[in-house]
């Protein structure tokens, strides 16, 4: 009998149990992972037969030479037994090394003999039996590189023909199982003597479809320690090569990757530059999701970042693909509202522009037409102007720059006068006189300095300027306009006199100009004289002539009454031949509505209809607005001067006049409750549901609904007009901003935002600014140090995202400062606020004299207070009652404070002030009261003699008929004796 054997122990048991557990589970799983990939295999080859068999398989590929096509067995098949071996290791069949993610171009055995478009390939059969596929020339793609003549430079709508392949894990089991054994990057590495340079190379010339993968990211990994070594050349020739392989598979991304790396490691010369082809990489960059949609600033300013690489050298050439490129560059910057950029793209596009005119004049209008007026007489100076355009572009270009400048209140006008007088145009032809009269203008509302623009205008023709003029009468008209403007009655005369020694014609039309300096100092029969020695002139037309007596009604109603600037008005119309002009109609009933008196108002409209003027609803509505939102009428009131109205002219009522008396009634109190019923229409119901496209009624619905205090749902109706397709509207945007700021579930968020995508299509969104900026600073409450802090982040938060901000904003900020105790930062805001305006002198509006007065009295700053009070003596705010009763406020503090020297001279300087604003106060009623009495008399004169002439006329009209009678009783007797003999 055997000897029994020896049990074993727990621990040996519970071992081979474990052991048993694990074999089997890893055997579980190798079987499971196979059948998952046998299965993932199949799937994708299905998968790939149905994208073959698309219509659209092949819409975007980029073109390929057709290859020969030769009879091929596919390199495996799942039925094939070495697929299943269990020699094989998971990791061999697949080609997949731990920690990279190779992409491929086949997704499909099928195509392991075809070049990843589906041109076959030549392919060469080994000793062993494997097929191992020849290396091809590098194809290039086949997008044009230059554009013909009936081609624009820029298309926004263009699309760029790119696809992107992307691939996945599984698809590298279809394609790499025949090189299963091939070592990875690393080792290729280790292996290559020389470096990384071999192996790249090596890799490119495999038949392996994921070589271009392993290339690319072995490159991308390498060429940073050897971008300043001895193989620098051999690097940038290898990464020429790869960027054109990437170009050849559509490989976008990889090959933005390389271009990428070697512009940040290396500067090129332009000829390496240009040798990477980078406009597609570009263009690429600058694809739209579709034709409405401009393409992410991500992706815009990486284009800009390519596309102004720095470059050795300065070489010039022309560039056609460079400069379409740049061209659609340059757009979509513009777009997005990234000016600097995009002019900086324009300098690059110039170096390479084959017509270096057509490309300036271009690119002058394109940011004209983006609001970017900066760069607009940027590149008319640096650029445009030291060409000889044709005519044909020259008008257009500079159209447009006289635009900017006058956008700009006008910067640079002497700058671009200068520039005109020397420009030379390739076909003769003279420069349009309005050009010049537009930039004279402008600096003269920019500077308001006489002297400066005499010596502008001095300059110009010194140089030459109107000579190349086609009318330089007109220019020295403008001289004579702007001299009357500013006072200067001495310079006026002698400018009038130059032109009408040159041009006798223009006499009358100077005098005219010259009249209203006589109505400024008083001489009112020398007014008579001049429009009575004028009106028998043939070559005035009529409404110059009625314009000049318009500019001297609002002389003469200055200072006078309704009553006696309605007579001075009749005057001229009996008396001088003055026609009704809707300027001096609305002045004179501006005149009666100011004084409250609705008597004379509808007195005056009567007569003026009697007269032949039209009572347009133009005219209507304006009168009816003043009324309303200007003299403070009550409703009946307003309803009675519509009610004359219409009864003197039925026409005179539209669409407008019916939102004016809604807007009234709904202000009045209670809505419509206290309005008979037909008595106001209210607006389309189409418009408070956002669906009506006019501007006013969808205005009147906002309005509407503010008032009843529902401001959400205008801001609903806001935004349901624009999506409906209203056109954009600053009040719209206003109301919508002010109504987001007070209701509570929206908020200033949304308001902001608003803004800022009326700001990004070109808009003028100044006046939602102002309402933004001005609740904000009301809703805020913290510390002086706080709201100092908080108006400090809303103006860089504009000024970063380009958006102005009005100088009555400034000095509101300036306002709240002063309120605050921050009387720094209020000077602060007042200068920025003068800087922005254009203004030459700080008293450019009460609420800004306000604030500094305040602030310099607060700080006892004496200069401060002293420049302050010379600029309000020379402004036409030195008759002004608000600015003389804030400086007596001030006195009345200045007077509590404590007995110092600072405060006897700050007190002395405020006394002068006053003594000075008060003098001008007294000097202004004198001089009414004098026009008045003079005017009287002069109506007085024109009465006698007009009476006189009636008296004549009557007795020569009794003498005639005295004549006839004891004539025709001659007769009588005569025919009797006749008769009787």
Not at 652 to 657: A, I, M, Q, Y
């Given at each position: 009998?055997s000897?029994?054997?020896?049990?074993?122990s727990?621990?040996?048991v519970?071992?081979?149990?474990s052991?048993?557990?694990?074999t089997?589970?890893?055997i579980?799983a190798?079987l499971?992972d196979?059948?998952?990939?046998?299965?993932?295999?199949?799937?994708?080859?299905?998968?790939?037969?149905k994208?073959?068999?698309?219509?659209?398989?092949?819409?975007?590929?980029?073109e390929?030479?057709?290859q020969?096509?030769?009879?091929q067995q596919p390199?495996y098949?799942?039925d094939?037994?070495?697929f299943?071996?269990p020699n094989?290791?998971?990791?061999e069949?697949?080609?997949?090394?731990?920690?990279?993610?190779?992409?491929?171009?086949?997704?499909?055995?099928?195509?392991?003999g075809t070049?990843g478009?589906?041109n076959r390939?030549?392919?060469?059969?080994?000793?062993s039996?494997?097929y191992?596929?020849?290396p091809?020339?590098?194809?290039?793609?086949?997008?044009?590189?230059q554009s013909?003549?009936?081609?624009?430079?820029?298309s926004?709508?263009r699309?760029p023909?790119?696809?992107i392949t992307?691939?996945?894990?599984?698809d590298?089991?279809?394609?790499?199982?025949?090189?299963?054994s091939?070592?990875?990057?690393?080792?290729?590495?280790?292996?290559g003597?020389?470096?990384?340079?071999?192996?790249i190379?090596?890799?490119?010339?495999?038949?392996?479809?994921g070589?271009l993968?392993?290339?690319?990211?072995?490159?991308l990994s390498s060429?940073?320690?050897?971008?300043?070594g001895?193989?620098?050349?051999?690097w940038?020739?290898?990464?020429?090569?790869?960027?054109l392989e990437?170009?050849?598979?559509?490989?976008?991304?990889?090959f933005?990757?390389?271009?990428?790396i070697?512009?940040k490691?290396?500067t090129?010369t332009?000829?390496?530059?240009?040798?990477?082809?980078?406009?597609f990489?570009?263009?690429f960059?600058l694809r739209?999701?579709?034709?409405?949609?401009?393409?992410s600033?991500?992706?815009?300013?990486s284009?800009?970042e390519?596309?102004?690489?720095g470059?050795?050298?300065k070489?010039?050439?022309?560039?056609?693909?460079?400069?379409?490129?740049?061209?659609?560059?340059?757009?979509?910057?513009?777009?997005?509202?990234h000016?600097t950029?995009?002019?900086?793209v324009?300098?690059?596009?110039?170096?390479?522009?084959?017509?270096p005119?057509?490309c300036?004049?271009l690119?002058?209008?394109t940011?004209?037409?983006?609001?970017?007026?900066?760069?607009?007489?940027?590149?008319?100076?640096?650029h445009y102007?030291?060409?000889?355009?044709?005519?044909?572009?020259?008008?257009?270009?500079?159209?447009?720059?006289?635009k900017?400048?006058?956008?700009?209140?006008?910067l640079?006008a002497?700058?671009?006068?200068?520039?005109?007088a020397?420009?030379?145009?390739?076909r003769?032809?003279?420069?349009?006189?309005?050009?010049?009269?537009?930039l004279?203008?402008a600096?003269?509302?920019?500077?308001?300095n006489?002297n400066?623009?005499?010596e502008?205008f001095?300059?110009?023709?010194?140089l030459g300027?109107?000579d190349?003029v086609?009318?330089?009468?007109?220019?020295?008209?403008?001289?004579v306009?702007?001299?009357?403007?500013?006072?200067?009655?001495?310079?006026?005369?002698?400018?009038?006199?130059k032109?009408i020694h040159?041009?006798?014609y223009i006499?009358?039309?100077?005098?005219?100009?010259?009249v209203?300096?006589?109505?400024?100092?008083?001489?009112?029969?020398?007014?008579?004289s001049?429009?009575?020695?004028?009106r028998?002139?043939?070559?005035?037309?009529?409404?110059?002539?009625?314009?000049?007596?318009t500019v001297?009604?609002k002389i003469?109603?200055?200072?006078?009454?309704a009553?006696?600037?309605?007579?001075?008005?009749?005057?001229?119309?009996r008396?001088?031949?003055?026609?009704?002009?809707?300027?001096a109609v609305?002045?004179v009933?501006k005149?009666?509505?100011?004084?409250?008196d609705?008597k004379?108002?509808?007195?005056?409209?009567?007569?003026?209809?009697?007269?032949?003027?039209?009572?347009?609803?133009?005219?209507c509505?304006?009168?009816?607005?003043?009324c309303?939102?200007?003299w403070?009428?009550?409703?009946?009131?307003?309803?009675?001067?519509?009610?004359?109205i219409?009864?003197?002219s039925?026409?005179?009522s539209?669409?407008?006049?019916?939102?004016?008396?809604?807007q009234a009634?709904?202000?009045?109190?209670?809505g419509?409750?206290?309005?008979r019923?037909?008595?106001?229409i209210?607006?389309?119901?189409?418009?408070?549901?956002?669906?009506?496209p006019?501007?006013r009624n969808v205005?009147?619905a906002?309005?509407?609904?503010?008032?009843d205090s529902?401001?959400?749902?205008?801001?609903?109706i806001?935004?349901?007009?624009r999506?409906?397709?209203?056109?954009?509207?600053?009040?719209?945007?206003?109301?919508a901003?002010?109504?987001?700021?007070?209701a509570?579930?929206?908020?200033?968020?949304?308001?902001?935002?608003?803004?800022?995508?009326?700001?990004?299509?070109g808009?003028?969104?100044?006046?939602?600014?102002?309402?933004?900026?001005?609740?904000?600073?009301?809703?805020f409450?913290?510390?002086?140090?706080?709201?100092?802090?908080?108006?400090r982040?809303l103006i860089?938060?504009?000024?970063?995202?380009?958006?102005?901000i009005a100088?009555?904003?400034?000095?509101?900020?300036?306002?709240?400062c002063?309120?605050i105790?921050?009387?720094?930062k209020?000077i602060?805001?007042?200068?920025?606020?003068?800087d922005?305006?254009g203004?030459?002198h700080?008293?450019?509006?009460r609420?800004?004299?306000?604030?500094l007065?305040?602030?310099?009295?607060?700080l006892?700053d004496?200069?401060?207070?002293?420049?302050?009070?010379?600029?309000?003596r020379?402004?036409e705010?030195?008759?002004d009652?608000?600015?003389?009763?804030?400086?007596?406020?001030?006195r009345?503090l200045?007077?509590?404070l404590?007995?110092?020297r600072?405060?006897?001279?700050l007190?002395?300087?405020?006394?002068?002030?006053?003594?000075?604003?008060?003098q001008?106060?007294?000097?202004?009623?004198?001089?009414?009261?004098l026009?008045?009495h003079r005017?009287?008399?002069?109506i007085?004169d024109?009465v006698?003699?007009?009476?006189?002439q009636?008296a004549e006329?009557?007795?020569?009209?009794?003498?005639?008929v005295?004549?006839?009678?004891?004539?025709n009783?001659?007769?009588g007797?005569?025919q009797?004796?006749?008769?009787?003999g």
């Amino acid at each position: 009998m055997s000897p029994p054997l020896p049990l074993p122990s727990k621990a040996v048991v519970r071992a081979l149990r474990s052991i048993a557990l694990g074999t089997s589970c890893a055997i579980g799983a190798i079987l499971e992972d196979r059948r998952r990939r046998i299965s993932t295999l199949e799937t994708a080859v299905a998968n790939k037969e149905k994208l073959k068999s698309s219509r659209r398989y092949h819409q975007y590929s980029l073109e390929q030479p057709e290859q020969p096509q030769q009879p091929q067995q596919p390199l495996y098949s799942p039925d094939d037994a070495a697929f299943f071996s269990p020699n094989v290791q998971w990791y061999e069949l697949e080609g997949y090394w731990p920690g990279k993610n190779y992409k491929v171009e086949t997704t499909d055995p099928e195509d392991a003999g075809t070049d990843g478009i589906g041109n076959r390939v030549p392919v060469h059969v080994d000793n062993s039996g494997e097929y191992m596929q020849l290396p091809q020339p590098t194809p290039l793609p086949s997008l044009p590189l230059q554009s013909t003549s009936s081609q624009p430079l820029f298309s926004p709508n263009r699309q760029p023909q790119y696809s992107i392949t992307r691939q996945s894990t599984r698809d590298n089991l279809a394609c790499s199982a025949a090189h299963a054994s091939q070592p990875s990057p690393t080792s290729e590495v280790q292996k290559g003597q020389d470096g990384p340079l071999p192996s790249i190379e090596n890799l490119l010339v495999r038949p392996d479809s994921g070589k271009l993968d392993r290339a690319v990211s072995l490159f991308l990994s390498s060429y940073p320690a050897f971008a300043s070594g001895s193989q620098r050349d051999a690097w940038l020739a290898l990464s020429v090569r790869l960027s054109l392989e990437c170009q050849s598979w559509n490989r976008w991304e990889d090959f933005n990757r390389l271009l990428a790396i070697i512009i940040k490691f290396d500067t090129l010369t332009e000829a390496q530059y240009l040798a990477y082809n980078p406009g597609f990489a570009i263009e690429f960059l600058l694809r739209r999701p579709d034709p409405d949609t401009p393409c992410s600033e991500e992706s815009a300013h990486s284009a800009a970042e390519l596309f102004l690489v720095g470059l050795k050298d300065k070489q010039v050439r022309h560039e056609v693909h460079m400069e379409r490129i740049g061209w659609l560059l340059l757009h979509e910057l513009l777009s997005s509202r990234h000016f600097t950029l995009a002019l900086r793209v324009y300098w690059r596009i110039l170096r390479w522009a084959e017509n270096p005119e057509q490309c300036s004049s271009l690119a002058i209008q394109t940011f004209h037409q983006h609001a970017n007026h900066k760069a607009v007489i940027k590149i008319f100076l640096l650029h445009y102007s030291r060409l000889e355009p044709v005519m044909e572009s020259f008008d257009q270009t500079i159209h447009c720059v006289v635009k900017s400048v006058e956008a700009l209140e006008g910067l640079s006008a002497d700058s671009i006068m200068n520039a005109l007088a020397g420009m030379k145009c390739s076909r003769p032809g003279k420069l349009q006189s309005r050009w010049i009269v537009q930039l004279l203008r402008a600096h003269w509302a920019r500077r308001k300095n006489i002297n400066s623009s005499q010596e502008v205008f001095e300059n110009a023709v010194v140089l030459g300027l109107l000579d190349k003029v086609g009318a330089p009468e007109a220019v020295y008209r403008s001289m004579v306009e702007i001299a009357v403007q500013a006072g200067d009655a001495e310079m006026a005369h002698w400018y009038a006199d130059k032109v009408i020694h040159d041009h006798p014609y223009i006499k009358h039309e100077m005098a005219l100009k010259l009249v209203v300096l006589k109505a400024v100092a008083g001489d009112w029969d020398g007014v008579l004289s001049t429009f009575e020695e004028v009106r028998a002139s043939e070559s005035i037309k009529p409404d110059a002539y009625d314009i000049a007596f318009t500019v001297v009604l609002k002389i003469f109603a200055e200072s006078n009454s309704a009553n006696d600037t309605q007579e001075f008005v009749m005057l001229f119309v009996r008396d001088m031949g003055v026609r009704f002009h809707s300027h001096a109609v609305t002045l004179v009933a501006k005149k009666y509505g100011q004084a409250r008196d609705m008597k004379g108002l509808l007195t005056w409209l009567e007569l003026c209809s009697q007269q032949g003027f039209a009572l347009t609803a133009g005219f209507c509505n304006s009168v009816l607005h003043n009324c309303w939102a200007k003299w403070q009428m009550s409703f009946p009131e307003l309803r009675m001067v519509y009610a004359k109205i219409k009864a003197l002219s039925p026409r005179s009522s539209d669409e407008v006049t019916q939102r004016i008396m809604s807007q009234a009634a709904h202000r009045s109190g209670n809505g419509l409750a206290n309005v008979r019923p037909g008595k106001i229409i209210t607006v389309n119901k189409l418009a408070y549901i956002g669906k009506w496209p006019n501007q006013r009624n969808v205005l009147e619905a906002m309005n509407q609904e503010l008032t009843d205090s529902r401001p959400t749902a205008a801001v609903n109706i806001y935004k349901r007009a624009r999506r409906s397709g209203m056109p954009f509207s600053s009040h719209c945007l206003r109301l919508a901003v002010l109504a987001a700021l007070q209701a509570k579930n929206i908020g200033a968020g949304r308001a902001l935002s608003m803004i800022q995508d009326a700001h990004a299509l070109g808009h003028e969104v100044e006046p939602a600014v102002a309402v933004f900026l001005k609740h904000q600073i009301k809703t805020f409450f913290g510390s002086p140090e706080d709201v100092v802090i908080h108006m400090r982040n809303l103006i860089s938060g504009f000024e970063s995202a380009q958006i102005d901000i009005a100088p009555s904003v400034l000095t509101h900020m300036a306002t709240t400062c002063v309120n605050i105790g921050q009387h720094e930062k209020a000077i602060t805001l007042c200068h920025m606020a003068k800087d922005r305006g254009g203004s030459s002198h700080l008293c450019f509006s009460r609420q800004s004299f306000k604030a500094l007065a305040s602030a310099y009295f607060e700080l006892l700053d004496i200069e401060g207070m002293s420049t302050l009070l010379d600029d309000v003596r020379e402004s036409e705010l030195s008759a002004d009652k608000s600015v003389l009763l804030h400086l007596k406020s001030i006195r009345r503090l200045a007077n509590k404070l404590d007995e110092s020297r600072a405060k006897t001279v700050l007190l002395k300087m405020i006394e002068d002030g006053i003594q000075h604003l008060t003098q001008s106060r007294v000097k202004v009623r004198s001089q009414g009261k004098l026009i008045s009495h003079r005017t009287l008399e002069i109506i007085e004169d024109a009465v006698n003699d007009l009476q006189t002439q009636q008296a004549e006329k009557t007795t020569t009209q009794s003498c005639i008929v005295t004549y006839q009678s004891e004539e025709n009783s001659l007769s009588g007797m005569v025919q009797r004796e006749v008769v009787v003999g």
